[in-house]
């Protein structure tokens, strides 16, 4: 367990658009960004439960947990804050932000362990510091054993606008050069169909035109999403826009985040009704990020006796879901 303690208070940040949406009536995503988050101590007294800092960074920027795969925290900045961000601990702060040092010494790492594969790029959104991402993205593409980049944003639900500014559109510019030899995918987070707004359609339609495959990332959040009608309406959007939804993710524990979680059993359940109504190609994974090392798949109710109160992690380690 981690006993670092960080400055415990995310304050609120938000876009002219998530207000609009707001003042239009949107509960699901005043809940999401109003207000600062409050941290007390509580059950999940653990701000860093996926080890993230003191088990897989071997220096700042980057996590290297799965042998083919590295994540690079790009900076800790994002347009807005979303009250239940796992790394609230840091988000918001200059303390992730890629010195020209920084990023050569992340692309060096990337390129001495050749058995990585499949990188990363999150924070932090990438989008909100367009030219350390492009950096790094020139990095990637020279980099003979990187086969696949990823890049993590919710630029396009925070800020729609942004994607006429300037240093989005040359991010922008450079991913439709990268996507004429090579895929990319670019993962949007996005929980509501509140969020999907005729001008979030319209800035997703610009990062569509890039070329890059576009896939979405979802969480649980309790009074939020937590029922079969939103994630429906969202996953179909979605799927519509022509974007393929990929995890949608039990809350993780992190400190001051418990009034977001919902049940897994609950989750489970909504997830099965999903399964029974929505195409196959719409349907995202439903994954628990343990304590411990892995993205867990969560089982469908189709199956009886299947005991939901522990799984085992990639490393066969028994991880108790009950007290997370
Ligand atoms: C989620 C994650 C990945 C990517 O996992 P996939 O299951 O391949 O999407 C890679 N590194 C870290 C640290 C992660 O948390
Ligand atoms: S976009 Fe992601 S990293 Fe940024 S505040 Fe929201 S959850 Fe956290």
Known sequence: MNTKHYPSVLEEKITPHLRQLI????????????????????????????????????????????????????????????????????????????????????????????????????????????IVARQLLDGLVNTQSVKMIRIGTRLPIHSPASFRSEPVKQLL???????????????????????????????????????????????????INDNVEALFKLFTSAYHLGIIPYYIYHCDSVRGLEHFVVSIEKEQQIVTELRCRLSGIAMPTHVIDVPGKGKIDVPLGFWSSVDLSSCSDYEGTIIDLKNL
């Open 173 to 223: 510019a450079r991913i439709t050069e990268i996507t004429k030899t090579r895929p990319l995918i670019v993962l949007i987070h996005v929980n509501h169909p509140d969020e999907l707004s005729t001008e979030v359609v319209e800035a997703i339609k610009v990062l569509k035109s890039t070329g890059a495959l576009l896939m979405t990332q979802t969480v649980f959040l309790n009074n």
């Open 23 to 130: 003042d239009q009536g949107s509960k699901a995503i005043e809940l999401q960004f109003r207000g600062k988050m409050e941290v007390g101590l509580d059950k999940f007294d653990n701000d860093d439960p996926l080890g993230e800092e003191s088990k897989y960074s071997p220096f700042k920027g980057i996590v290297h947990k799965f042998n083919n795969r590295a994540l690079v925290k790009v900076s800790y900045r994002c347009a807005a804050h979303c009250q239940f961000c796992t790394r609230a601990r840091q988000i918001g702060t200059s303390e992730g932000d890629l010195s020209n040092e920084d990023v050569e010494r992340v692309l060096g790492y990337i390129a001495l362990h050749d058995e990585i594969d499949d990188v990363i790029l999150s924070g932090g959104d990438p989008f909100v510091t367009p």
